[in-house]
């Protein structure tokens, strides 16, 4: 059973590896850690390796490479873009080519993600990024905009202000921004999706104002997006990656 769920943790806002607890600590997490599937079902990785044609399927827009970072300790995956022309860059998504997308909000069960990322060679002001949830695409972002009809993510487009985001067959409902990117400084980002009524965001631990209209009701995946915004070649580093749904599964 992978330490994700385990290693000790500090207070909340906690910059230290693991998971935010005020995210994740809480039944039924707590039997999951231990074995436990009764309560729902999940994904999580450290990314000590990392394949495109296995669990995540790479997509560029035009350009773009994904391999894993052999210089981090305990794992981690780049995505540059290799470019520095606007809107080029790459994608993964969990088993995207397949339709593999599992989680899928309802009224009787709740959605626990967090991703720690970094992104790095950014420029002064701007950057196009996203880390969440989204359907099955392979043009989660569009000409410097999220085109996914249903996603529930944190992005950042042409700027550095990240905010969250929650889109439900093409309508959208935002937050303010919740965290300023700086370049190669990593952050964890996460969010609980509860029933349909609302997603709390967390920001390195810290809940942040909640989304209560368009959550989607379809089928996503943990995706991750990075493109140039015309300047510079950023790189998205995804260290680890940890989603959980909690359902009473029917036999």
């Known amino acids: 059973m992978s330490d994700l769920f ?3 943790q500090l207070k909340a806002g906690s910059l230290r590896r693991g998971l ?44 773009g490479t994904v391999a894993p970072d052999v210089a981090a300790i305990g ?87 990240m905010g969250i985001h929650s889109e439900k067959a093409g309508s959208r409902s935002s937050t303010a921004a919740v965290h300023t990117v700086v370049d190669d400084d990593y952050v964890k980002l996460g969010f609980l999706v509860d029933g349909l009524t609302k997603i709390t965001p967390f920001v390195n631990g810290d809940a942040q104002t909640a989304i209560t209209t368009n959550i989607p009701i379809v089928a996503m995946t943990p995706s991750f997006v990075c493109h140039s915004s015309g300047t510079t070649d950023p790189i998205l580093h995804v260290d680890w990656v940890a989603c959980f749904q909690e359902e009473t599964i029917a036999n």
Not at 85 to 94: H, K, R, S
Request: charged share 10%; hydrophobic share 40%; aromatic share 8%.
């Open 75 to 161: 794992g981690a995956v780049l995505l540059d873009c290799n470019s520095t022309t606007n809107n080029q860059g790459v994608q993964i998504q969990l088993g995207g080519a397949v339709g593999a997308a599992s989680f899928i909000a309802s009224a009787n069960s709740k959605i626990y993600f967090e991703a720690r990322v970094k992104i790095a060679d950014i420029g002064s002001t701007t950057c196009q990024m996203f880390a969440g949830l989204a359907i099955v695409d392979t043009s989660v972002f569009a000409s410097a905009a999220n085109s996914t009809a249903n996603h529930i993510g944190f992005e950042a487009i042409n700027t550095t202000a």
């Open 6 to 8: 385990t290693r000790p």
């Open 20 to 63: 935010s607890p005020t995210l994740w600590n809480q039944p039924p997490l707590a039997q999951h850690a231990v074995g436990g599937l009764d309560q729902g079902f999940g994904y999580r990785s450290d990314f000590l390796s990392f394949t495109d044609t296995h669990e995540w399927v790479l997509t560029q827009a035009t350009a």
